[in-house]
């Protein structure tokens, strides 16, 4: 077929945005116009082709079989055509990524790890995408995100979730799992903290203050699983991160639970140490999700190989060393 025979873009855009959401509604919001506009190129693509796309039902609009047949390609194609202008728009440049995950992650897990990667991959940078803030991997230096030459778009997204996230490309990277975590002189007393019962003599440090039932927070799940009935889950020092519930523990002011793979720092340098190495596995997980435009390019597909690896040589959650 002869380009110049093709519908305008601005209409097959709109066709495919709108069988993917099976809605005028969500589709207008994504491409930034108005349901009204977007129902009259569907229309005039329609005309143009000689039969429907859709059909209107009373609540929902459902695809005609030649859409649905045509839909995947659509699809394929725009893909093709965002890699494409990627490509022409950094011809001649050093390959790049970005790459976006919770503050917490990016800071605890991944910098302290990120350098092996560079090492390996010279020549490509990597932009670390946290919570608003731009971090230049290569030089370690964290400054607030320019929307003028930083892309709101990551071709990696690091998510913590409680399920799969959407998404044909998605990595589980590590469950969760949290133990007793405490400055070392606690350990020795007074009094001594021997077993899971001398908790009753401690002050629980709670990072998950924002959990409005106190019976179902994570201490309280802990204590169930090590079989201790006389100590209160509720109550404790109440912090708003995870974090914070760490740091206060290598300050001595008590008890947190804590994910090891996120306190190594602290577990290497003695600020604390697992108390009781019985493990609690959460109901969330590390997931790394790889947007379809960025699947082809060798440089995010070296990051998520590495990424992957990186996850699996994980310490044991148990491992009192970290």
């Keep these: 077929m002869a380009f110049s025979k093709l519908p305008p873009l601005n209409a097959l855009r709109a066709f495919e945005a709108v069988a993917r959401h099976k809605s005028f509604r969500k589709a207008a919001e994504e491409l930034f116009v108005t349901p009204a506009a977007l129902t009259h190129q569907i229309k005039s693509l329609e005309e143009q082709l000689g039969f429907q796309l859709f059909e209107r039902l009373q609540r929902r609009i459902e695809l005609t079989p030649a859409a649905q047949a045509a839909l995947p390609r659509f699809q394929e194609?725009?893909?093709?055509?965002?890699?494409?202008?990627?490509?022409?728009?950094?011809?001649?440049?050093?390959?790049?990524?970005?790459?976006?995950?919770?503050?917490?992650?990016v800071s605890r897990w991944l910098m302290p790890r990120l350098?092996?990667?560079?090492?390996?991959?010279?020549?490509?940078?990597?932009?670390?995408?946290?919570?608003?803030?731009?971090?230049?991997?290569?030089?370690?230096?964290?400054?607030?995100?320019?929307?003028?030459?930083?892309?709101?778009?990551?071709?990696?997204?690091?998510?913590?979730?409680?399920?799969?996230?959407?998404?044909?490309?998605?990595?589980?990277?590590?469950?969760?799992?949290?133990?007793?975590?405490?400055?070392?002189?606690?350990?020795?007393?007074?009094p001594p903290l021997e077993t899971p019962d001398d908790l009753r003599h401690q002050t629980l440090l709670h990072g998950d203050a924002r959990v409005a039932d106190r019976t179902?927070?994570?201490?309280?799940?802990?204590?169930?699983?090590?079989?201790?009935?006389?100590v209160d889950p509720r109550r404790g020092l109440q912090l708003d991160h995870s974090t914070l519930a760490l740091e206060a523990a290598a300050d001595g002011l008590g008890v947190t639970l804590a994910m090891p793979l996120l306190a190594d720092a602290e577990l290497s340098e003695g600020k604390v140490v697992v108390a009781f190495p019985l493990p609690l596995s959460l109901d969330n997980a590390y997931y790394a999700v790889v947007a379809d435009t960025s699947m082809a390019r060798p440089e995010v597909a070296a990051f998520r190989r590495w990424l992957v690896q990186e996850a699996s040589a994980r310490p044991a959650a148990s491992d009192p060393s970290g």
């Excluded at 179902?216 to 006389?230: E, H, N, P, Q, V």
């Design 115 to 190: 350098q092996r990667f560079l090492t390996e991959h010279p020549g490509i940078d990597v932009r670390l995408v946290a919570s608003g803030q731009l971090i230049n991997a290569s030089s370690r230096e964290i400054r607030s995100e320019d929307p003028t030459d930083v892309s709101p778009d990551t071709d990696i997204d690091i998510r913590f979730s409680n399920g799969r996230p959407a998404g044909d490309n998605v990595d589980l990277l590590f469950m969760v799992e949290v133990v007793p975590m405490c400055h070392p002189r606690l350990l020795k007393g007074p």
């Design 77 to 105: 194609g725009f893909r093709a055509l965002s890699q494409a202008v990627f490509e022409l728009r950094n011809y001649g440049k050093a390959p790049h990524l970005t790459v976006g995950a919770t503050p917490t992650f």
């Design 216 to 230: 179902k927070s994570a201490w309280a799940r802990w204590l169930r699983l090590a079989g201790i009935t006389d």
